[in-house]
């Protein structure tokens, strides 16, 4: 892949790509238990998924919207359309995918980044995957990777029954519910004891129709010993309608084993993105939480780390860049909930043109969490006088025997260090774009090489004011 080292190189409307929509089928707007059972109904689901989505939809309309973030006034549910059905079945040839469908991705480059540096892609167009491909070196290893749908319904029904949404119920939140009662798509992970995955499997979701919500459902599954790297990719083109993202993911990781989740996320900001993520490490076991936001108009974004067994680490290392007319509240919880667990959150956050970027941090130390540590680190900059950036960190620490810290800075760019890279012949507003991909360095450095060029270009495009 050639390097781009410049802001020229590198079109932001690939992103806003919009295709005539050619879909198959899609449900009426809105949130009925008749909805549902058409969703249910065109997913063939097996008995106990159709009563599982019936009853999130009862938790649903009994609960309230979240009060204490962004207001999500201008996202009417009765407006979104919660399942549209592209016009292909899914692939396992990238030839065989539908003209323009397979040309979004082929500029997205998703196929060029398959053959260069990932293990497995499953792409994901509105509802539904239509492509998923894992290498065959991978797949002799006995590692599992297919979308949600083949392993309800596969030889896997049992093991998807056994995890799906018991990390994340129906009864955590109003949009946990909501996704339990429309989720489609996504992709389903299982890797064997002791198999370490050398190179990464990604998930790529595309969301084409305005108007419209994407659910998929992500559960990874990483047994005792094993190793993986996983990366999910999201866009979508801009839309003068509100557009919905409520996506959920579950991850497993096994004794002694690892697992890192790697994330950018470009939605358009049209997009309210009301994501959850969680996981579950036993004793031994280590996640790391990789993640970038850019885009979306407002995000409640916040991954669970819960320490389950002795020796249990997690580390989530995270950036949000919030641009005009956005307000992106993200951050991380922790549960310690065993001894000698560790963890340690390191966060950038960054705001301009009157962009809102707030950072919360949970950390929780149970009481048998003893002799625990935890850190947290996050560091705020502002462009300008009409940005905004909180830090909202809360502790619960239940036992003496634990070293937590917590440490938060908020600042301007300094007007020295702009003045000395231009002395050295360097444009003010590159020499911006510098400091900002410096200060953003700890999560591209977290990256693939390819990902990671590609969110410092994010970058300097947002500095450029080019996205959205």
Same mark, same amino acid.
């Given at each position: 892949?050639?390097?781009?080292?410049?802001?020229?190189?590198?079109?932001?409307?690939?992103?806003?790509?919009?295709?005539?929509?050619?879909?198959?089928?899609?449900?009426?707007?809105?949130?009925?238990?008749?909805?549902?059972?058409?969703?249910?109904?065109?997913?063939?689901?097996?008995?106990?998924?159709?009563?599982?989505?019936?009853?999130?939809?009862?938790?649903?309309?009994?609960?309230?919207?979240?009060?204490?973030?962004?207001?999500?006034?201008g996202l009417d549910m009765e407006q979104i359309v919660t399942y549209v059905r592209p016009n292909t079945k899914m692939q396992a040839k990238w030839s065989d995918v539908p003209e323009d469908i397979k040309r979004t991705f082929d500029l997205l480059g998703i196929p060029q980044a398959e053959k260069e540096s990932l293990a497995g892609v499953g792409a994901q167009y509105d509802s539904e995957l239509v492509y998923h491909?894992? /290498? $065959?070196? @991978?797949? &002799?290893? =006995?590692? %599992?990777?297919?979308?949600?749908? *083949?392993?309800?319904?596969?030889?896997?029904?049992?093991?998807?029954?056994?995890?799906?949404?018991?990390?994340?119920?129906?009864?955590?939140?109003?949009?946990?519910?909501?996704?339990?009662?429309?989720?489609?798509?996504?992709?389903?992970?299982?890797?064997?004891?002791?198999?370490?995955?050398?190179?990464?499997?990604?998930?790529?979701?595309?969301?084409?129709?305005?108007?419209?919500?994407?659910?998929?459902?992500?559960?990874?599954?990483?047994?005792?010993?094993?190793?993986?790297?996983?990366?999910?990719?999201?866009?979508?083109?801009?839309?003068?309608?509100?557009?919905?993202?409520?996506?959920?993911?579950?991850?497993?990781?096994?004794?002694?084993?690892?697992?890192?989740?790697?994330?950018?996320?470009?939605?358009?900001?049209?997009?309210?993105?009301?994501?959850?993520? /969680? $996981?579950? @490490?036993? &004793?031994? =076991?280590? %996640?790391?939480?990789?993640?970038? *936001?850019?885009?979306?108009?407002?995000?409640?974004?916040?991954?669970?780390?819960?320490?389950?067994?002795?020796?249990?680490?997690?580390?989530?290392?995270?950036?949000?860049?919030?641009?005009?007319?956005?307000?992106?509240?993200?951050?991380?919880?922790?549960?310690?909930?065993?001894?000698?667990?560790?963890?340690?959150?390191?966060?950038?956050?960054?705001?301009?043109?009157?962009?809102?970027?707030?950072?919360?941090?949970?950390?929780?130390?149970?009481?048998?969490?003893?002799?625990?540590?935890?850190?947290?680190?996050?560091?705020?900059?502002?462009?300008?006088?009409?940005?905004?950036?909180?830090?909202?960190?809360?502790?619960?620490?239940?036992?003496?025997?634990?070293?937590?810290?917590?440490?938060?800075?908020?600042?301007?760019?300094?007007?020295?260090?702009?003045?000395?890279?231009?002395?050295?012949?360097?444009?003010?507003?590159?020499?911006?774009?510098?400091?900002?991909?410096?200060?953003?360095?700890?999560?591209?450095?977290?990256?693939?090489?390819?990902?990671?060029?590609?969110?410092?270009?994010?970058?300097?495009?947002?500095?450029?004011?080019?996205?959205?």
């Open positions: 892949m050639k390097e781009k080292t410049q802001v020229a190189d590198v079109n932001r409307s690939i992103y806003d790509i919009k295709n005539e929509e050619k879909d198959v089928y899609r449900v009426k707007e809105g949130l009925t238990p008749e909805i549902v059972e058409q969703i249910s109904w065109e997913k063939k689901d097996p008995d106990w998924m159709r009563e599982f989505r019936l009853k999130a939809l009862e938790i649903y309309h009994k609960m309230r919207i979240p009060e204490w973030g962004p207001s999500i006034d491909n894992v /290498r $065959a070196e @991978v797949a &002799a290893q =006995g590692v %599992i990777y297919t979308d949600m749908e *083949s392993a309800l319904h596969g030889e896997y029904a049992d093991m998807v029954k056994r995890h799906f949404m018991k990390l994340v119920t129906p009864g955590d939140h109003k949009f946990a519910a909501l996704h339990g009662a429309v989720w489609s798509g996504g992709s389903f992970v299982y890797v064997p004891p002791g198999v370490k995955v050398d190179i990464p499997l990604q998930s790529y979701f595309r969301l084409n129709a305005p108007g419209a919500g994407q659910f998929e459902h992500t559960l990874i599954i990483v047994d005792e010993g094993a190793d993986l790297h996983f990366i999910e990719g999201c866009s979508a083109p801009k839309y003068n309608v509100a557009n919905l993202h409520a996506g959920c993911v579950e991850l497993f990781v096994g004794k002694n084993a690892r697992l890192r989740y790697s994330t950018i996320e470009n939605w358009s900001k049209n997009m309210y993105n009301l994501n959850t993520k /969680r $996981a579950k @490490v036993e &004793a031994g =076991g280590r %996640i790391e939480w990789v993640s970038g *936001s850019f885009g979306s108009h407002v995000s409640y974004l916040y991954p669970m780390s819960i320490l389950n067994g002795n020796g249990a680490r997690a580390e989530f290392t995270g950036v949000t860049f919030a641009g005009k007319g956005q307000n992106l509240d993200t951050g991380a919880k922790i549960v310690h909930a065993a001894p000698n667990t560790s963890s340690y959150m390191n966060t950038r956050s960054i705001s301009k043109d009157g962009g809102v970027s707030t950072f919360r941090s949970s950390v929780t130390v149970l009481p048998k969490a003893k002799h625990s540590k935890s850190a947290v680190s996050c560091q705020s900059l502002m462009l300008d006088r009409v940005s905004r950036s909180d830090t909202i960190p809360a502790m619960d620490i239940r036992t003496r025997d634990a070293d937590i810290g917590h440490e938060a800075k908020i600042g301007r760019i300094s007007d020295e260090a702009v003045f000395y890279l231009m002395s050295r012949g360097i444009p003010e507003d590159e020499a911006r774009a510098m400091i900002v991909s410096g200060f953003a360095d700890n999560v591209s450095k977290e990256l693939p090489v390819e990902y990671a060029v590609e969110m410092n270009n994010l970058i300097r495009l947002e500095m450029k004011g080019s996205i959205g």
